[in-house]
């Protein structure tokens, strides 16, 4: 008499569990931002570039991971340098204003400008929060055979 065995794990990629894994990666990868300027992009990019022609789904997954990280790389330069603009102008009204002896309508600027400043920081921050859960809520879906949500 044969005694039952135990079901097998559910992998969606059937024989081939590595394109799962590449799946992953191509997702993952993208937090190399982290600590590599355009990380998000270049590790990516390599992996896709690597396997892209082997699975389709490593292929689906790379190119949804790059047209993501691409995007937020644009969306987050653009509010840098917004950033760096203020910045530098409010530098600019901050040396006029001493040297001016402080009038009011300098210091109004000054502080619009600051306030401003503190904006497009705190929009740069969601920005990376927004990545982070996009990176990891993409990976998600990468393992389960399923199609990228971004």
């Known amino acids: 008499m044969e005694t039952p065995t135990e079901p097998a794990a559910h992998n969606p990629y059937g024989e081939a569990p590595r394109q799962a894994t590449w799946a992953i990666l191509v997702h993952l ?9 355009f990380g998000n992009i ?41 950033a760096l603009a203020f910045l530098i102008s409010s530098g600019a009204l901050f040396t006029s204003a001493l040297s001016n002896s402080a009038s009011k309508t300098l210091l109004t600027a000054l502080a619009a ?20 859960v996009m990176i990891i809520t993409n990976a998600v879906p990468a393992y389960e055979g399923r199609e990228p949500r971004h």
């Open 29 to 37: 990868a993208a937090l190399t931002s982290f600590f590599i300027p």
């Open 113 to 132: 400008n600051l306030s401003l400043l503190i904006f497009l920081a705190l929009t740069l921050a969601a920005l990376s929060i927004l990545n982070l």
């Open 42 to 82: 270049i590790l990516p990019l390599v992996i896709w570039l690597a396997k892209r022609d082997n699975d389709a789904k490593v292929r689906e997954h790379g190119r949804a991971s790059l047209n993501f990280q691409l995007t937020m790389s644009v969306v987050g330069s653009i509010v840098l340098m917004g």
